[in-house]
């Protein structure tokens, strides 16, 4: 563009334009782009000989508080059966990540902790990635984005039942 409409375009801030670019993106096309983006964080969720369900396991235990720190606890928050997490958490046990650390109480839940080797491995979380990317983020951009993160999961819990954990077993 050219002659005197060409400046205020040239002045206005970058930001302006992404927010205009914004209200045209078509929701399709962002829900694809975030399939996209699920589909890239779940295949980064298998490495160091793990699983994307024990990577979710050990930041649950990581950041429970430690009355919670229980399977079922774990099921609940993943909203799954409690067959797949229990095998989740004996697999975690047997590879030295996670261990036993008394009784919850009444009942039979036992209290789980990370091992040292459970706190060094997430020092490698895949999910760090996205800890960075949305560290970029301003406050502003953060709070929106969490507010539609809300309402897609809301969406995705009301849409049926809890999974079966068929992918994430071990």
């Not at 399709?28 to 990577?55: C, I, N, V, Y």
């Not at 997490?85 to 789980?112: C, M, P, Q, W």
């Not at 979380?125 to 990317?133: E, F, K, Q, S």
């Amino acid at each position: 563009m050219s002659g005197p409409e060409a400046g205020p375009i040239r002045q206005a801030p970058r930001r302006l334009f992404l927010e205009m670019a914004r209200q045209f993106i078509r929701t399709d096309s962002l829900a694809r782009l975030f399939e996209q983006s699920t589909r890239a964080l779940h295949s980064s969720g298998h490495s160091h000989g793990l699983f994307p369900a024990q990577w979710t396991a050990l930041r649950y235990f990581s950041a429970a508080d430690r009355a919670q720190c229980t399977a079922i606890n774990l099921a609940r928050f993943q909203g799954m059966a409690f067959g797949p997490v229990s095998r989740t958490v004996r697999t975690l046990i047997a590879k030295g990540l996670l261990r036993k650390a008394g009784s919850a109480g009444r009942g039979r839940a036992e209290l789980l902790e990370l091992s040292d080797a459970g706190r060094a491995i997430l020092e490698s979380d895949p999910l760090r990635t996205i800890v960075v990317a949305l560290d970029q983020l301003s406050d502003r951009e953060r709070e929106a984005f969490a507010v539609a993160l809300e309402q897609v999961v809301l969406a995705l819990q009301s849409t049926g039942e809890p999974e079966t954990g068929d992918d994430a077993v071990g």
